[in-house]
Nanobody, 120 residues
Framework: VQLQASGGGLVQPGGSLRLSCAAS????????VGWFRQAPGKQRELIAH???????IYADAVKARFTASRDNAKNAMYLQMNSLKPEDTAVYYC???????????????WGQGTLVTVSS
């Protein structure tokens, strides 16, 4: 399964943005999926992952501000981002989540991502 994020843009600090992710291929519902981001000059990091049952687990940096969800019927997932901060500026990606099986840098596929810029 391959996933592609969309919906990024420019938003002011304190604002909100909703990202979408479309999955192609088979077995989306049978895979854990995640939202990742890569800020300028930094490594790509996991910010949230969603289990096959729909439970979302968040990194401390986004907990209580971001909400990740999935819709298996639509082969889609979403990231609602509230109370955005300048440090949230990054390229955001959605992808399968491999857990401890693979390091993020070892993931076999990455879509283009979508740029989120938080600035006044």
């Amino acid at each position: 399964v391959q996933l592609q994020a969309s919906g990024g843009g420019l938003v002011q600090p304190g604002g909100s943005l909703r990202l979408s992710c479309a999955a192609s291929g088979r077995d989306f519902s049978n895979n854990e999926v995640g939202w990742f981001r890569q800020a300028p000059g930094k490594q790509r990091e996991l910010i949230a992952h969603i289990t096959t049952s729909g439970k979302a687990i968040y990194a401390d940096a986004v907990k209580a501000r971001f909400t990740a969800s999935r819709d298996n019927a639509k082969n889609a997932m979403y990231l609602q981002m509230n109370s955005l901060k300048p440090e949230d500026t990054a390229v955001y990606y959605c992808n399968r989540y491999y857990g401890l099986d693979l390091l993020i840098d070892e993931y076999p596929y990455w879509g283009q991502g979508t740029l989120v810029t938080v600035s006044s």
